[in-house]
């Protein structure tokens, strides 16, 4: 949403907004004009739209606010489409690695030249501006950037210019795009509260797969070569598909030599680099950016560098830094990860790539109906830890009734049985404690969650200072 609102202001849109709290994205949003009051702040007498959220209910003040007045009400992924009509529309879809393969695909398309616009639902460095003072062109708030009205160079030269974003499945969002070309990273059960089951799933991304162009008219479908559903969804569109994974059968065929991931490519292209981020994972997200990289335009032997010096983002496997212990020091790392796929290859990239002592996590359940409804492959996630904390689930969009049906307790108790070891503290405090008395010399501390539990990190990482 941040993303969005500084890309409309860049275009000329007056743009003010709310939030239930402040926060540096909320600043950043005020440093280059945007107003954003806290709470529900009221709609301004001249407003003529409003945009909201997924997160936001229907019962929500403002929502009402703005029927009663008989102003038009447009869903975030509606607006994204609005902005994408007008652009090389690049959509960047699966169910995990959205936000890496988006800001990787940006940052490498900067890099060679190509100048993308890009909206991405994480803080990426590669994004922000100068001093974070916030210019048309990095938006402040490092969820994107503003890039050419026209392709300077390339297969598409002289056409619109290329808009990067991420393109998400849950409520069936990624309807209301406009896609040129996309990806599909992954499929699997997720957002269980708006999905029957995974063939639910699968059928919303072929829907999606369908709005893309035909090949005549530069649509592109990649998708993974496993994992995805390939067929159904080649079957669902006229685009041009290609596939991408580590099988001699996929379009583009990733390997590896040494440390460099290396990427062949049907035309005889070859490139190779080091992945800045640890994890199989993280190749696949990698030769994705690169291969719509050069189908944009970019040169082969310019996109390898680019991948390497890619900053990363915030919360995918970030490095927070080290806290001294007595006879050496606990390295900190804060991820996002809140599905079983995405904590179990965490904890595999960072326990292969790091080697601790011991690899001590906390995870943060984000929602219940996803905890209750993939509580046994939760539990089957863990088994690169040697210790699991586990706070209270953050509650977010499930009804009260939700709620009452599961506890992070429940968790707990099933890692227990599965032989790890693990602990329900309810509170981030208890949890901090826990922390200052158990971690030693060599350990590494991964928090995980999509909810506040990064606070917890920084917390450790100060000294133990009080948790909010």
Partial sequence: MSGLAAMLAAHGAIVTGEDAQGSEVTAALGRIGIEVSLGSGGLPAEAERLVFSAAIRDDHPTIRAAQERGIELVSYAEALGRLQSARTAVCVAGT????????????????????????VGARCPAFLPDGNTGTARGLATGGGRVGSERVAFGPLAGGPGILVAEACEYRRSFLRHRPTLAVVTNIEEDHLDAFRDLDEIVEAFASFAALLPPASDGGLLLVAHEGASRERLAAATFAAVETYGREPEATWRVGREGRMTTLSGPRGERLAWQTPLPGEH????????AILALRLGA????????????PGLDRRMQALGRREVPGGSVLVIDDYGHHPTECATTLKALRHHHAPRRLVCVFQPHQHSRTRLLLDRFAESFGEADLV????IHFVRDCEEERQRVSSADLAAALKKRGVAATHLPRLEEILGCLEATLTAGDLLVVMGAGPIDALALAYLAGGERCR
Avoid: Q, R, W, Y
Wanted: glycine fraction near 8%; aromatic fraction near 2%.
């Fill in 96 to 119: 995990h690695g959205k936000s890496t393969t988006t800001s990787l695909l940006g940052h490498v398309l900067m890099a060679c030249g190509l100048d993308p616009s890009v909206i």
């Fill in 389 to 392: 904390l586990v706070p209270d």
């Fill in 299 to 310: 040169a082969c032997d310019s996109v390898g560098p680019a991948i390497e010096s890619f």
């Fill in 282 to 289: 993280s190749e696949l997200n990698a030769a994705a950016a």
